[in-house]
């Protein structure tokens, strides 16, 4: 075995270990806020500080721990990046073993495996948050229902939880029982807008915590609020039909290169076995794939509907 092969073996082997440390780390640490939540649930009492523990739970959070929990991954920053640290020796251990002649091929494939996750999660973390407020729009209409037909506006949220589905029905419910419970407006909706990284979720918790901190009537500021995520999401959907020819093109260009691969295989395997017995021939074909990748990311990019 070549000496870079072992220590490729010898980073695998740090990193696993790192990741088992982490995972550790953040399942203890979890189950210490878990247990820290319901302690405080148990104290809750009307003549609580409640301003301190506001204080301390409104700590910001950082760029990889808000995605992380957009995400719904119950992982720490720590364990994220030790996993995909962990990928990345991997997968440059695997190439260095297929293609020992070609070292930038296990470089460039670790950097971009160490990536993929990060961006898998900014993916994920966006669908959710589109899926939510597709069901938040409908949600607010009952809870303006709801107030217009009396209730106040902790029975509003549990009616809109009982004719809603999916997330929306959990989080709503959720919001319900945090009320009553005794908890600001501010700290129930909190965990709703760090799980749905949305603006429309943003605008949604921030106009119910201030209209309902100065009283008043809700029913005008849900409605105004309702018509601008409705609003949002004509426009989304307006723009990705727009769009899909593109992402249509972009998929077909990607993927001819390797649909005519086995033409080339069968009419003139001559051509193949040149570029691949030739001394650059791997090089230049590894180098290929990851501008392809790297490109395809880049298209993905300018392709990504954001509002």
Do not use: C
Not at 173 to 187: C, D, K, P, T, W
Not at 251 to 270: G, H, K, T
């Amino acid at each position: 075995m070549s000496p870079a092969a072992d220590a490729f073996d010898a980073v695998l082997l740090i990193t696993a270990a790192l990741l088992a440390f982490a995972v550790g780390v953040e399942l203890l640490r979890g189950g210490w806020r878990e247990r820290q939540d319901r302690r405080s649930l148990d104290r809750l009492r009307p003549a609580a500080p409640a301003e301190r523990d506001e204080e301390r739970l409104a700590r910001p959070l950082g760029p990889v721990e808000r995605r992380l929990r957009a995400a719904a991954m119950p992982v720490g920053p720590l364990a994220f990046w030790s996993a995909s640290a962990f990928l990345a020796a991997a997968a440059a251990a695997g190439l260095l073993a297929l293609l020992p002649i070609v070292p930038f091929a296990a470089v460039s494939g670790g950097l971009l495996t160490f990536t993929l996750p990060w961006s898998l999660a900014g993916i994920w973390a966006r669908r959710r948050a589109a899926r939510f407020e597709s069901g938040l729009s409908d949600a607010l209409g009952f809870m303006v229902g709801s107030l217009e037909a009396g209730e106040n506006p902790l029975q509003a949220f549990a009616s809109a939880a009982e004719a809603s589905t999916g997330a929306v029905r959990k989080e709503l419910a959720e919001v319900a029982n945090r009320l009553r419970f005794g908890m600001s407006i501010q700290r129930a909706l909190r965990p709703v807008v760090e799980g749905y990284d949305s603006e429309g979720v943003r605008l949604f918790a921030q106009s119910v915590a201030a209209k309902w901190q100065a009283g008043g009537d809700l029913v005008p500021i849900l409605q105004s609020v309702a018509r601008v995520v409705r609003e949002r999401l004509a426009v989304r959907l307006h723009l990705r039909s727009h769009l899909a020819g593109a992402r249509v093109v972009a998929v077909m260009i990607a993927a001819l290169p390797y649909a005519v691969i086995p033409v080339y295989l069968w009419r003139m395997p001559s051509l193949i076995e040149r570029l691949v017995n030739h001394p650059l021939g791997p090089s230049l074909l590894t180098f290929a794939v990851m501008l392809q990748v790297v490109g395809w990311l880049w298209l993905g990019r300018i392709l990504r509907v954001e509002l």
